[in-house]
């Protein structure tokens, strides 16, 4: 359907407002239209531009992996958060990062990529292991009071089922007896021991809890 032009519009009689409104409306659709086009067009450069910087990340972390090839993925993770902020895949370029980080015992740095992984909505899945990072890396500077709120924190997230519970009260019980708290460390193992009996570190555990009993006498 053709347009009318400017002096047709005038010609219009009432109608005519009505008919500038549905150009401008046309207009309007349009450059949304772009708008959205482009948005889409960005958001898919960054999707294939993060799972590039993961797949460099993935392979600096494998056991092979060479520091080269640690700091090549960290500045391109880098790059790539810097440049496409709003991605959807953002916070899990900034747990890939916080993770090589954490390997190149930068615990600071890696502590910053797990809490913008957060910030950047990590889903239910990620959040978890940025919050168990962030406990890892106050343990890692041997700052155990920042950990054991990390670890507590983390905690009061999951449910006993959850796939990092496990882990995470272990974090808190090396925690706890790392900074001197004996008696809160035997009753956090003996927690796992009671709410997770089919735990595959119960050897582990009771060994500990032995050497805490040993320790207080």
Request: with cysteine; net charge neutral.
């Amino acid at each position: 359907m053709a347009l009318l032009s400017w002096p047709e519009l005038g010609e219009a009689g009432p109608w005519r407002w009505v008919l500038v409104a549905g150009v401008a409306l046309l207009v309007l659709l349009g450059v949304g239209f772009g708008a959205w086009s482009w948005y889409t067009v960005a958001q898919s450069r960054g999707l294939e531009a993060v799972a590039e910087a993961g797949a460099l990340a993935q392979d600096a972390l494998a056991p092979e992996g060479t520091a080269a090839q640690r700091e090549a993925a960290i500045k391109k993770l880098e790059e790539v958060i810097a440049r496409y902020p709003s991605n959807r895949l953002v916070p899990e370029a900034a747990y890939h990062l916080g993770n090589l980080r954490y390997q190149a015992k930068a615990y600071e740095a890696a502590r910053g990529a797990y809490t913008l992984a957060l910030a950047k909505g990590a889903g239910s899945t990620l959040a978890p292991l940025c919050r168990l990072g962030i406990g890892y890396t106050w343990e890692a500077e041997g700052k155990y009071g920042e950990a054991l709120a990390a670890y507590r924190e983390a905690l009061t997230r999951l449910q006993s089922t959850d796939f990092l519970y496990e882990e995470t009260l272990m974090g808190l019980a090396r925690a706890e007896e790392l900074s001197g708290k004996l008696v809160e460390a035997r009753e956090t193992y003996r927690r796992i021991l009671r709410e997770l009996p089919k735990t595959r570190r119960v050897d582990d555990i009771r060994g500990r809890l032995a050497s805490l009993e040993s320790r207080s006498r």
